[in-house]
């Protein structure tokens, strides 16, 4: 009897003993777990409040695990940033005319720089340095590049200050222009005769009728200057010194006459007369001849 009392109170103590462990066995665990942080654990087992068990999960993120740290791979449509574009340079206009240019354009262009007296030559429709030269002096006035080309915006400027050259400007008779005549010109009719210009001028009351080239005698045989008058006119002349033809003569003083000289009309200015006062376009001289009168005035100055 003794014996088996002793027992039964040595079972009474191991199950006293086990309830009281329990609880601590659950409150480690739940330490352990929220230590680990990886994922929820569920305990049970005696001592658990129900049978069914308790589900604790972490309530900080957990560490990263040790050991080496693999870069996050690069996205697989990921594109290269373009480049910036750079902008154009500003192209410059295409000019209207340029050296080398020809035509009935660049014949106005002549006339219209001749207005402003920054051509001094007769328009020839052909774009050379001398018109380069008249259009680097327009576009310094402007105060546009001197490019020696015309632009769209120099041509503007140019029609605004000139007025629509007139036929005769576009095709004057003269290579050179005739300029302002002699004030013993102005009055009557007049043969006015430049030899700053080589030109002949036929002018009544100040008005220029007609007009054509003209040159003078050589160094050793200039023709006289200063104020005359028709002395006789002789239409198939032949001059009994030099032996040679002067068509459509008309004296002025002594030997010296206005005439029409195939010479000058073959070679231009290369050659010189005698003293006489050549002409080398006949069809203008031929109605002069027919109008003037011996006493019509002759002026000739420089």
Known sequence: MAGRAAEIRGLRMQRSRGRRT????????????????????????????????VRYAPTTPAPPPLGRHTPPAP???????????TPHPATTPRPLMAPGSRGAQVRELQARLAQLGLFGRTPTGYYGSVTTTA???????????????????AWRALRQQTHRPSRTQLRPPTAQPIGVPDPRCM???????SKRSNTLAWVVDGR???????RFGSQYTPTREGTFHITFKSRHHLSTLY????PYAMFFSGGQAVHYSADFAAH????????????????ALAPLFQTVHPGTKVVIYH
């Open 135 to 153: 259009v680097r002096a327009f576009q310094r006035r402007q105060g546009l590049p001197r490019t020696g080309t015309v632009q769209p915006a």
């Open 268 to 283: 231009g200015y290369r050659g010189a007369s005698h003293g006489c006062v050549n002409v080398r376009n006949k069809k």
């Open 187 to 193: 009055r009557g009719r007049v043969i006015c005769i």
């Open 243 to 246: 032996h040679t033809a002067m």
């Open 75 to 85: 996205a697989r449509h990921a594109t290269k940033p373009r480049p910036a574009r």
């Open 22 to 53: 329990a609880p601590a066995v659950a409150a480690v665990l739940v330490v352990a777990a929220f230590a680990v942080g990886c994922r929820p654990v569920t305990i049970t087992g005696a001592g658990s409040p129900d049978s069914k068990g």
């Open 208 to 214: 220029v009728v007609s007009a054509m080239d003209v």
